[in-house]
């Protein structure tokens, strides 16, 4: 069975930092971009960063540029996205989904939210 599982998201005070982890089970993702989206209620999903299969090609959104950091370890089968100097506009429900790496661009996954594959959600809320 192919799941994405996401973990790591909590309640965090506004300059904090959170650890996003993404595994996957039932699939490898050596032959997968990977990208994490967030979705705050009443807006459309968003995409976040993304990260190639190979080659560690990666996009950010102009708003988490500097402070979000994604990264994969293909022999834990787990992707990561490192936040620092949360906001409370960072405030979301965080997905990881996997992307079949010649279906597009690491840029066109995250802009035009395209996946094979999604996780179930973990809720990221900044907050004083």
């Known amino acids: 069975q192919v799941q994405l599982v996401e973990s790591g998201g909590g309640l965090v005070q506004p300059g904090g930092s959170l650890r996003l982890s993404c595994a996957a089970s039932g699939f490898t993702l050596d032959y997968y971009a990977i990208g994490w989206f967030r979705q705050a209620p009443g807006k459309e999903r968003e995409g976040v960063s993304c990260?190639?299969?190979?080659?560690?090609?990666?996009y950010y959104t102009d708003s988490v540029k500097g402070r979000f950091t994604i990264s994969r370890d293909n022999a834990e089968n787990t992707v990561y996205l490192q936040m620092n100097s949360l906001k409370p506009e960072d405030t979301a429900v965080y997905y990881c989904a996997a992307l079949r790496w010649f279906r597009a661009s690491v840029q066109a996954m995250c802009v035009m939210t395209l996946s094979d594959y999604w996780g179930q959600g973990t809720q990221v809320t900044v907050s004083s």
């Open positions: 990260i190639s299969s190979i080659a560690g090609r990666t």
